[in-house]
């Protein structure tokens, strides 16, 4: 009998690889607050786990060398633009206090999710000793 950590571990791998990147353009955000003309960018978590649940990726074909790559393959993350509340005067989006909110919040989902993984680990560990 052979063991998948793919169907051990389920889409809890996933969530943890979206949730860190999600918590990668929140600080990016964060970071550019005062940049003028800064486009503040976060990714749609459910879209995001759901093309990984359904094996889907989105994929972008480069039609040209000088294009840029965009997101990681095969979970469908590629940040888009968020529509500000309140537009500021020099083009920055981003707005500080819901970026720390987002942040603050993606950061404990990002723990639970450890968490949660550390707790499959622990019994894969105990099944696989017989204990």
Known sequence: MSLSFDKAL?????????????LELLASNLANADTPNYKARD??????LGHA????????TRTHSAHLAVGTP????EPQYRVPNQPSLDGNTVD??????????????????????NARFRGLRTALKGE
Do not use: K
Request: aromatic share 8%; charged share 15%; hydrophobic share 45%.
């Open 74 to 77: 095969g979970l469908g993350m």
């Open 53 to 60: 649940q359904q094996g889907q990726s989105v994929t972008v």
């Open 43 to 48: 990714i749609d978590f459910r879209a995001a």
């Open 10 to 22: 389920g889409i809890h791998a996933d969530a943890l690889q979206v949730r860190s990147r999600r």
């Open 96 to 117: 500080a206090q819901m970026e720390q909110a987002a942040f603050s919040q993606n950061a404990i989902q990002y723990q639970a999710s450890l968490d949660f993984l």
